[in-house]
């Protein structure tokens, strides 16, 4: 099988980038500028293929579906000389290979406008490594990004990559954590039809909740609830064969979840699912994955940080990286932490907050600061928690909402604050609940949808409304899924 994250691709032509459709849903409104209607048509194309049909109907762009000896050749220069086109701009001097970008209207600049392109790693003479268009300039100094040949399967990169969104990130010329490349600087077009002002339209709102669960004969089955429209789909087995999982965890990233499954052998393996496209990936191992025997993850940016208890009952973790499409090499979590038996994870901006139950199945909490590069040390959660069973996290806003079980199979509830750097006690979860297995949380607004496996191993959930301050009853999730095991859940 293909390794899960293709390695970058480089040429003189352009470097395809292992990016996917994050735009954030907490962007700032974006500068007066020109280049409304580029953005308009890069936007039209978004999920879009080097060889579909374009926006305006016509094959390809350019000649990204031909252009290497009759197939697909990177394309990401094609791409945003094809939308310049689109909108008159004045195109002259521009090919295939991205650093032509950094050749045009004078070259470089390192002010970024709605409309430009902005060139990485240009090295000179014509050379880069990738380009995009620039459809949003933040006020904070960030940007957001559309551009082509991006998301790519190794082996096959320009014909499987599409159209993506990629930030908001930091748009200061120099290194982005967020690409994984150096921003080179901007280039803005000659002439074209777009004028007066604009400001980018809001992304798509999240409103589906995508609950993957280990079902009878340890395959995967996965139901989605979109919150939007109140429905459920149906009950469904996940696309790639997988046998023999016993834990899973998720993660998204833009419009792809990333799903990740301990399987027989106690490594760990992978599968993308794109929901912009309706389309999954293979499974692909992880590398250096071994002895895993609970796992859980979570996206900043473009990368996943997952992490897994060990066999030695410690914590383990490894970085996939999906702008440059690398994985990091396996790490030890520091902090001492030992015995571990479950972990669950969440993010506050650039800040990982890990939670697990040690020793005594009592609750301990540590976290990671990925701006500097430090973690803290292991902190045991006030309240008193013990005979914790199965745990899972969800956040909103500056609060982490902590879920578990404990005796009895009762759902218990605490809340960390940490903008306030508080804790609340230990509270019951109200409805009833009772019976309860494995655990998922995801929180969509200011709601929490908690899942769980009730004693008849099916799907039941309910929800925290943390704006009205209220909870709802308990809900049966329909669809007939039945001999349920571990459960988790992704939103997009």
Do not use: C, E
């Given at each position: 099988m293909p390794i899960v994250m293709p390695l970058l691709k480089k040429s003189a032509a352009a470097t395809a980038v292992a990016a996917s459709a994050v735009i954030g849903l907490t962007a700032l409104p974006a500068h007066a500028d020109t280049g409304s209607q580029i953005v308009q048509i890069a936007q039209a194309n978004l999920g879009k293929g080097p060889c579909d049909t374009n926006s305006a109907g016509g094959a390809s762009y350019g000649s990204s579906c031909t252009g290497n000896g009759g197939s697909p050749e990177f394309w990401c220069a094609d791409f945003v000389k094809w939308v310049w086109g689109q909108d008159g701009v004045n195109v002259s001097g521009l090919t295939p290979a991205a650093g032509s970008f950094g050749q045009y209207n004078g070259g470089l600049s390192s002010t970024p406008h709605v409309g430009d392109a902005v060139v990485f790693n240009y090295k000179g003479g014509g050379v880069a490594d990738h380009v995009a268009i620039v459809s949003q300039v933040n006020a904070d100094g960030t940007i957001v990004t559309i551009g082509g040949d991006e998301g790519g399967v190794s082996g096959n990169w320009a014909a499987t990559a599409h159209v993506h969104g990629d930030g908001p990130y930091s748009g200061a010329i120099?290194?982005?954590?967020?690409?994984?490349?150096?921003?080179?600087?901007?280039?803005?077009?000659?002439?074209?039809?777009?004028?007066?002002?604009?400001?980018?339209?809001?992304?798509?709102?999240?409103?589906?909740a995508h609950v993957f669960m280990v079902g009878s004969g340890n395959t995967l089955f996965n139901q989605d609830g979109n919150y939007a429209k109140g429905t459920w789909s149906a009950l469904q087995s996940v696309p790639g064969g997988a046998a023999g999982v016993t834990k899973v965890a998720a993660a998204s990233t833009g419009k792809i979840t990333r799903l990740y499954a301990i399987g027989s052998d106690n490594s760990i393996y992978t599968n993308d699912g794109n929901y912009a496209t309706g389309t999954w990936g293979t499974w692909q191992k992880i590398p250096g994955t071994t002895g895993a025997r609970e796992l859980t993850a979570v996206a900043i940016g473009n990368t996943v940080h997952l992490f897994y208890i060990n066999s030695s009952n410690t914590i383990s973790n490894v970085d996939g990286d999906y702008t440059r499409g690398t994985w990091s090499s396996v790490k030890q979590v520091p902090g001492g932490a030992a015995g571990v038996q479950k972990i669950a994870v969440t993010a506050?901006?650039?800040?990982?907050?890990?939670?697990?139950?040690?020793?005594?199945?009592?609750?301990?909490?540590?976290?990671?600061?990925?701006?500097?590069?430090?973690?803290?040390?292991?902190?045991?959660?006030?309240?008193?928690?013990?005979?914790?069973?199965?745990?899972?996290?969800?956040?909103?806003?500056?609060?982490?909402?902590?879920?578990?079980?404990?005796?009895?199979?009762?759902?218990?509830?605490?809340?960390?604050?940490?903008?306030?750097?508080?804790?609340?006690?230990?509270?019951?979860?109200?409805?009833?609940?009772?019976?309860?297995?494995?655990?998922?949380a995801a929180a969509i607004g200011s709601t929490v949808h908690l899942y769980f496996t009730g004693s008849d191993n099916t799907l039941y959930n309910i929800d925290a409304d943390y704006n009205a301050g209220k909870w709802s009853s308990v809900y049966h999730i329909p669809g007939g899924a039945a001999g349920l095991g571990a459960i988790t859940t992704s939103t997009n």
């Open positions: 120099g290194y982005s954590s967020y690409m994984g490349m150096n921003i080179s600087g901007y280039v803005s077009p000659i002439g074209g039809n777009s004028g007066g002002t604009v400001t980018t339209p809001a992304p798509d709102p999240v409103t589906t506050q901006g650039n800040a990982v907050h890990l939670y697990l139950t040690g020793s005594g199945n009592t609750l301990y909490n540590i976290n990671a600061d990925y701006n500097a590069g430090t973690w803290s040390s292991l902190m045991a959660l006030p309240g008193g928690a013990s005979g914790v069973q199965n745990l899972t996290v969800a956040t909103v806003g500056s609060i982490d909402h902590l879920y578990y079980t404990g005796a009895g199979n009762t759902l218990f509830n605490q809340d960390g604050d940490y903008a306030k750097g508080t804790w609340t006690g230990v509270m019951t979860v109200p409805g009833g609940a009772s019976g309860v297995g494995f655990l998922s």
